[in-house]
């Protein structure tokens, strides 16, 4: 061959191998439904640990941003807070499928991204609540190239699922273990993907470890039901007794606090509740093993990201609560994310704030998609990302609505929940909340506002139980002593309504860096260099977050205020040698449109 043959030759293998390492990546997410991770439901699946966790990297400090199905899920899936996604509850008016079409989410989310961006798409298993047999295809759900759907009312029976393939007919699966048929779709899913040139977006979302629950005739909320080759496991496990384990004191405030201790018949059925959850995951665990092994077979593992997640968290027994969710303990929104692909180092515990709102802006990255209009970051996943990450220290959290119960002995409050049908007085109304998490390096705060008036305050770092909440009458002794970073309990406080005030409805760069809505041309970057002496009347001073109602949804008029003062400089830093807040202070007050008042008898 001659030199320039030879170099000609070069030079195309050069483009072809440059090609292949830019190829995109094929992306695979497996969502479950409910799971927790503070019951350790994680040490129960040894095909995910084996598959997942040990290749990849386990993100111990994630969380969702609503506790509940459809509006967590619109989160994940939009890159939206749902106070800008406006889907807050699982049933119309405010949620539901119905609302996210009439949101125009439709035709703007992520598989129609990704799909722009070259990718065939596929889903299977559970989608939004309110996507029904009467719904299906009242429009078609928008963005896959292949889907199949469980549908409502049937979507959390386990033996009597129903779905729709490609918006065709439902098919009833009767007798059939859902998370099991789940499974075979996806797998049939990777089949046709791997059949295109094409990089494949790919969802697997079986209902485990989620209650059964039917909503045909009277609701019943039962325990997960699992295959019976899982029967036989877990005979002897335990809900870990931790400090907030049906406790003999109250804890939490609004209906939480009004909760009765849990007598040992009710425990007994919880640690079986539990159980039934745990032996539900064990298909899916079996379907980690077969879609990796499958993507190994079909040599396509190596440019593969696998995500692992779950919706939201779940609580049984914790704050003497029956099973359930929907609360902003750290039982109901700290969740699992394990993920494995290119890059992404092994057996790795990644110690940086992530959330749902941060996924969908994560697999758009990884995509070579644009992000930055979504309310969300990527989650760092390589090494060099993970040691200079650039996620915050923040997750916003929110609620609107009621709190349910599930089992057989739940019952948290005397109001109905109609939208299922006829349950009984059993739900808690009053459960609109925002509520702020913060992780430093010194500090791990929760700070929550309710829709009653009443707020909570946990340094979770002190207490991880979160039992001694500083703003209940019970424990405001503790607030004496209290001191972070040599500030004052008064002082920390401040700074967290204000900075709470900035996420609760924050838009695109303002909820990946809400203190430069405070501080626009400061460098305050964490609450530590918030906590600057010099800021203490400029946070003192702010507005407060408050509600004038407890509404069931999303109304910005029964939520406050809305708006920060932005710190000031020339106006603020005077006096004091800058150590002094004056002016504007008395204008700023009367922005406080809410103060509660009267017996909590009155809101709940």
Known sequence: MTRPLVCIALAWLCRLAAAKSSKQPNILIVLTDDQDWHMHSLDYMPLLNEHIIKQGTLFDKHYCTVSVCCPSRVN?????????????????????????VAEGLNENWLPVWLQKLGYQTYYTGKLFNSHSVDNYDDPPVNGFN???????????QYYHSRMTRNAGKPVSYEGQYSPDVVAHKALGFLDDAAQHDQPFFLVAAPVAPHSDVKFVGRAQFDMAKYAPRHAHLFKDYQIPREENFNPDVPSGVSWVRHLPQLNETVIEYHDEFQRSRLRALQSVDELIKRLTASLAAKGLLDNTYIFFTSDNGYHISQHRLPPGKECPFETDIHIPLAVRGPGVPSGKTANVISSHTDIAPTVLKLAGG???DRDGFPIPLTSEELAHPESGEHVNVEFWGRAVPEGKYGWIGNDTFPAVGDTGPIAARNNTYKALRLIGKSYNLMYTVWCTGEREFYDVQRDPSQMRNLLHADHIAGQASYELSGRSFEQVV?????LLMVTKSCKAATCHRPWSVLHPEEPVKTLGDALRPKYDDFYANQARVSFSSCPLGHLVAEEGPQDVEPWDELLQ???SGGDSQVPLMAERAKRRTFEYGGPIGWWT
Request: aromatic share 20%.
């Open 76 to 100: 994940l899936w939009t890159g939206l807070a749902a106070h800008n996604s406006n889907v807050t509850d699982l049933f119309p008016p405010y949620g539901g499928y119905p609302k996210f």
């Open 146 to 156: 292949g889907s199949d759907f469980l549908l409502d009312p049937f979507t959390y």
């Open 370 to 372: 644009d992000f930055s």
């Open 494 to 498: 401040a700074r967290l309504d204000s």
């Open 573 to 575: 830093g005077q006096g």
